[in-house]
T-cell receptor, first 113, second 113 residues
Framework: AQSVTQLGSHVSVSEGALVLLRCNYS??????LFWYVQYPNQGLQLLLK??????LVKGINDFEAEFKKSETSFHLTKPSAHMSDAAEYFC???????????FGSGTQLTVLP | DSGVTQTPKHLITATGQRVTLRCSPR?????VYWYQQSLDQGLQFLIH???????AKGNILERFSAQQFPDLHSELNLSSLELGDSALYFC????????????FGSGTRLTVV
């Protein structure tokens, strides 16, 4: 079965600094991979997705992620953090004909002024 | 507004009671997914419906059931409620049941007292 591991349940960065949120997946077949963001008291919003096309995926709000098969990773980055990026971020995986997403445990991003 | 509507937003009920959560998918979406988000379990897939038919079941308790109606809205029924059922329940939809990304509703926060 597929699984996702998010390294670091809490990440703090200064405003303007690089954001790096780590996600490693486990899958025996090529996966679909997703990053979602959840703001307080809201639902999950799709940031970006990898579906076996380009390995570097660009999403909303200048976020991007790179699929690295050799490292089974799909880390999320943003060049310059903004205060409004403070939220919880979830990595998710889906494999083959499975319909549901399997989510990681989430990473809470804090942006310091 | 994501286009996925969940009602009610908040629900407080006593142990042993039964509640119904409602979800209206985005216009044109045939698939509805239910997820439970709790502090100890994270985001857990419950069940998936496509055009009125159950397609997949996840970690859904026997006390829980769901259905999707001809107008495509879905209801999640939770019965014999326990304190541990307190959680955020999310509904998500997508057009065709493939996991190229869901659109999530803002959730129903269930508190069992």
């Amino acid at each position: 079965a597929q699984s996702v591991t998010q390294l670091g349940s809490h990440v703090s960065v200064s405003e303007g600094a690089l954001v790096l949120l780590r996600c490693n997946y486990s899958s025996s077949v090529p996966p679909y991979l997703f990053w979602y963001v959840q703001y307080p008291n809201q639902g999950l919003q799709l940031l970006l997705k990898y579906t076996s096309a380009a390995t570097l995926v660009k999403g909303i709000n200048d976020f991007e992620a790179e699929f690295k098969k050799s490292e089974t990773s799909f880390h999320l980055t943003k060049p310059s953090a903004h205060m409004s990026d403070a939220a919880e971020y979830f990595c998710a995986v889906s494999v083959g004909s499975a319909r549901q997403l399997t989510f990681g445990s989430g990473t809470q991003l804090t942006v310091l002024p | 507004d994501s286009g996925v509507t969940q009602t009610p937003k908040h629900l407080i009920t006593a142990t042993g009671q039964r509640v119904t959560l409602r979800c209206s998918p985005r216009s044109g979406d045939l698939s509805v997914y239910w997820y439970q988000q709790s502090l100890d379990q994270g985001l857990q897939f419950l069940i998936h419906y496509y055009n009125g038919e159950e397609r997949a079941k996840g970690n859904i308790l026997e006390r829980f059931s769901a259905q999707q109606f001809p107008d495509l809205h879905s209801e999640l029924n939770l019965s014999s409620l326990e304190l541990g059922d307190s959680a955020l329940y999310f509904c998500a939809s997508n057009p065709d049941g493939t996991t190229t990304g869901y659109t999530f509703g803002s959730g129903t926060r269930l508190t069992v007292v």
